[in-house]
């Protein structure tokens, strides 16, 4: 792939978001990575949706965590993009947005709990809260704070099983193989987070989809002896 490739998806996925209602003003950005130039290309910081174009979208080096060759600033989320590609190495894309059910969750410091198996076909498990940062996380490179503790939250976990996290007090990020497939699931997320809600409306005791279920729909879409949609 031609770096202007990289750029061309990576706008692609970002207007993605906007057409998708899931950001208003300049809120949320993907990226994707080129793991063998060792770049990522992510949205420019501050530039209205409007007004973006697929040269505007920013490479930062792997290795230093800087811009390359942009007159634009990066993504102010850039840090965190940077720790999720370097720690979770099947990665290709990820997305972050202020997605309102999402966050509503992150807000209440609540993990979405599979209820049924919408989630169950994309997602295994809840979908889980990080705990809040500390101050000196947040005084000492918030950003960065924030892509470890995501990694810390996955401790024990298949980040290609749950593509998603919620970020305590702040909201979602998601990832995939590459862009396009972080936006999918960053829609996909918000959804979820809309029907649990109304599930817990409805009987604020609903019990979790029962395991073998969300095995069924998870593992038939999933791992080594999947064959939905084949
Ligand atoms: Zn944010």
Aim: hydrophobic residues 35%; charged residues 20%; negative net charge.
């Amino acid at each position: 792939m031609t770096i202007k490739e990289l750029k061309e998806l990576v706008y692609e996925a970002n207007m993605e978001l906007e057409r998708r209602n899931l950001i208003v003003y300049t809120w949320g950005n993907v990226s994707q990575i080129d793991r063998e130039r060792g770049i990522f290309a992510i949205k420019p910081s501050g530039v209205p949706y409007a007004q973006l174009t697929p040269d505007m979208m920013v490479l930062v080096d792997m290795a230093t965590g800087e811009r390359v060759d942009s007159a634009c600033k990066p993504s102010s989320d850039t840090p965190t993009h940077l720790e999720l590609y370097r720690a979770f190495e099947e990665v290709g894309g990820v997305t972050h947005t202020h997605s309102p059910a999402a966050t509503s969750w992150a807000q209440a410091c609540k993990s979405v709990p599979c209820f049924g198996t919408t989630h169950a076909d994309y997602f295994r498990g809840e979908v889980p809260v990080t705990r809040m940062l500390t101050r000196d996380e947040v005084d000492g490179g918030y950003e960065n704070a924030t892509g470890r503790v995501i990694i810390e939250t996955f401790e024990g976990r298949n980040p290609m099983y749950t593509p998603a996290v919620l970020c305590a007090g702040h909201g979602p990020f998601t990832w995939g193989k590459d862009a396009a497939d972080s936006v999918h699931n960053a829609v996909v997320l918000e959804e979820l987070s809309k029907m649990a809600m109304w599930t817990l409306s409805i009987n604020p005791n609903a019990e979790k989809l029962p395991q073998h279920v969300a095995d069924k729909h998870f593992l038939r879409k999933h791992g080594p002896n999947a064959y939905y949609g084949q």
